[in-house]
C-alpha cells in the first residue's frame, strides 16, 4: 500500500516538473497547436489511424505551420506546398538538419548519409552524389545497368507462364540488383539465398518502421525502449543486413586494386586509407556500413513499392493500361529494348508515373528535420534544435495544385495538349537541400522497368477491378501496398 502512494506521489511530482518546464522558450511566438499534457503531449488529440491521419486533422484547425507534441517533444509540422517550398527551399540552410526516427536510432547514431547532420553530412552527401554519379556514368551506365537488368526481369516472368503471383519479390530483386551493381559492383542471381534472405529483411524492416506500433514508440522512445516490441525486431534486422554489409567490406579489402576501384565501397576504402592519417576524418568503419546501409536499402525498398502501388493501379485501371499500351507500340515497338530518349516522346505514359509517384504517396512525412539555428518563419519563432516534419503528403493531395486530389488521374500532369506538364506540389522526393540521393536513377528505374514491362506483358488480376482496395498494410513513415496477385501474360508479337 506505501509503495503504490510513493509511486503516485512520485508520479505527481513528475507531472509539476513538466508542467513548471512547459513549452520551449524562445523570444517571439511559436506556432500555434494543441495545448499538451505533461509527459503525454498531446496524445489524446493522436487518432488511432496513425500520426498522418491525426497531422491532417489539425491542419484543418491550425493551418499550415503549427505545433504539435509527441509525448514530451515539441515538432512543428509543416502542410501545403507553399510552406513546404517556402522552409526547405527558400530557407534551405536554417531546415537542413535532420532529426531522429526512433525505431532505427539506436542502429543509426547520426551515421550515414541520410540521419548524419554538420559536417559529417556535408561530407558523406558530396561523397555520395559524386560517387553515384562516377559509377553511374562510367563504363556502364545506369541507364545499361537498369536495361541489363530489365530483360533478365522478363525472362523470369515468362517463366511464370501467366501464373498469378505476389509480384514483390520481382521488383525488389531488380531494384536491389541496379543499387547493388553501384554499392557492391555485382549484381545477385535471383535464386542467391542471401539475396533471398536480405530482400525479405528489406521487406520486414521496412513494413515494421512503417507500422502502428512503431508510431507509439516514436512518442514514448526513452521510456518503451526498456521493454519487448518493434524497435527489437527492427534492431535485430538491421545488425543482419550490416553484418551482410560488413563481410563485403572485408572481401572488398582483400581484393581491392587502388588503379581501378570497381565500385562505392572501393571507392571509400581508397578515401579511408588516404585519410588514415586524420583523426577526425569521417572516413571510418562505421560510416561505410551505414551509408552503404543507406544507399542500399533506399534504393530497394523505395522504388520497388513505387512500382508494386503501380501494377495494382494498372490492374484497378485498365483503359490506362490500353492507352499505355498504345503509346509503347507507336514510339518503341516490340524489336528493341526501351530507352530514357524515348521518355520524351511519351508524355502519357511519363504522366501515369509522375501520378503513380502522387497517389502512392511513398513517404507521407517525409524524414524529420531539425533547424539549424533559431528560425524566424510565417511570423513565427521555431527554436534551433526543434524537429520539423515536412508533411510531403499533404503537397502531393493539395487541392491548390491537383484538380482531384483523392483519385487517380493522369490528366494531373499533363497540359491542354497533352504534354507533360511541370507541378509545383510534386515533391514526392523531397526538396531542398535534403532531396533524395537517389532521385535521377529512381526515375529512370519506374521509367525503363515500367515500359519495358508493359511492352511485353498484359496484367491480368482474379479481382475485378472495381473490387481492387488500394487500404495500405501500414501507413506511417512509409505507406506499404496491400499485398495482391497479377498475372503477366505475354503480348503477341512479343
Known amino acids: 500500500m506505501e509503495i503504490s502512494v510513493l509511486l503516485l506521489l512520485a508520479l505527481l511530482l513528475g507531472l509539476l516538473v513538466l508542467l513548471a518546464r512547459g513549452r520551449p522558450k524562445a523570444k517571439g511566438h511559436l506556432p500555434p497547436g494543441p ?81 548524419a547532420n554538420g559536417e559529417r553530412w556535408r561530407t558523406l552527401r558530396r561523397f555520395s552524389l559524386a560517387t553515384l554519379r562516377d559509377f553511374g556514368m562510367g563504363k556502364r551506365s545506369v541507364e545499361e545497368r537498369i536495361q541489363e537488368e530489365a530483360q533478365c526481369l522478363l525472362e523470369e516472368l515468362r517463366n511464370t507462364k501467366g501464373a498469378f503471383q505476389d509480384p514483390t519479390f520481382f521488383f525488389q530483386a531488380i531494384t536491389a540488383n541496379v543499387i547493388s551493381s553501384i554499392v557492391f559492383g555485382k549484381r545477385f542471381s535471383y535464386r542467391d539465398p542471401e539475396f533471398l534472405r536480405l530482400l525479405d529483411l528489406f521487406y520486414q524492416s521496412f513494413a515494421l518502421i512503417s507500422s502502428f506500433s512503431s508510431q507509439v514508440f516514436e512518442l514514448f522512445p526513452n521510456f518503451l525502449k526498456h ?38 565501397i572501393d571507392t571509400y576504402l581508397l578515401r579511408m586509407d588516404k585519410e588514415k592519417s586524420d583523426p577526425n576524418s569521417e572516413f571510418h568503419e562505421q560510416n561505410l556500413i551505414l551509408n552503404t546501409l543507406a544507399l542500399f536499402f533506399g534504393g530497394t525498398e523505395t ?19 490500353e492507352r499505355i499500351h498504345k503509346e509503347i507500340d507507336q514510339v518503341i515497338g516490340s524489336q528493341r529494348p526501351p530507352a530514357l530518349d524515348d521518355r520524351a516522346k511519351m508524355p502519357y505514359t511519363d504522366a501515369v508515373i509522375h501520378e503513380i509517384q502522387r497517389f502512392s504517396d511513398l513517404l507521407p512525412m517525409s524524414l524529420p528535420h531539425v533547424v539549424t539555428k533559431d528560425t524566424y518563419f510565417r511570423g513565427y519563432i521555431i527554436p534551433k ?110
Open 303 to 321: 522504388t520497388s513499392t513505387t512500382l508494386r502501388y503501380g501494377f495494382l493501379l494498372m490492374l484497378k485501371y485498365p483503359h490506362i493500361t
Open 385 to 494: 534544435g526543434t524537429e520539423v516534419y515536412p508533411i510531403l503528403s499533404s503537397a502531393l493531395h493539395d487541392p491548390r495544385y491537383f484538380e482531384k486530389p483523392d483519385a487517380f488521374n493522369p490528366d494531373h500532369f499533363l497540359d491542354a495538349n497533352g504534354a507533360l506538364k511541370k507541378n509545383e506540389a510534386f515533391i514526392p522526393f523531397s526538396t531542398g537541400k535534403r532531396v533524395c540521393l537517389g532521385e535521377g536513377i529512381a526515375r529512370m528505374e519506374l521509367f525503363l522497368f515500367f515500359t519495358t514491362i508493359l511492352q511485353n506483358f498484359s496484367v491480368v488480376s482474379p479481382v475485378a477491378p472495381e473490387n481492387i482496395d488500394f487500404t495500405p498494410l501500414e501507413n506511417g513513415v512509409g505507406k506499404l501496398p496491400p499485398k495482391y496477385q497479377i498475372s503477366f501474360l505475354p503480348r503477341r508479337g512479343h
Open 227 to 264: 521493454f519487448p516490441g518493434t524497435h527489437r525486431q527492427v534492431y535485430k534486422i538491421l545488425q543482419e543486413i550490416n553484418a551482410f554489409i560488413a563481410r563485403s567490406v572485408e572481401e572488398h579489402r582483400k581484393t581491392l586494386d587502388p588503379s581501378n576501384p570497381r565500385d562505392i
Open 35 to 115: 495545448r499538451p499534457l505533461p509527459f503525454l503531449g498531446n496524445l489524446l488529440q493522436m487518432d488511432r489511424r496513425g500520426l498522418l491521419k491525426s497531422i491532417l486533422r489539425l491542419q484543418e484547425k491550425y493551418g499550415d505551420v503549427f505545433m504539435v507534441y509527441l509525448g514530451p517533444r515539441p515538432v512543428v509540422m509543416l502542410c501545403g506546398t507553399e510552406a513546404i517550398r517556402e522552409a526547405l527551399v527558400d530557407q534551405a540552410e536554417a531546415f537542413s538538419g535532420r532529426g531522429k526516427i526512433a525505431v532505427v536510432e539506436e542502429v543509426i547514431q547520426g551515421y550515414g548519409v541520410v540521419f
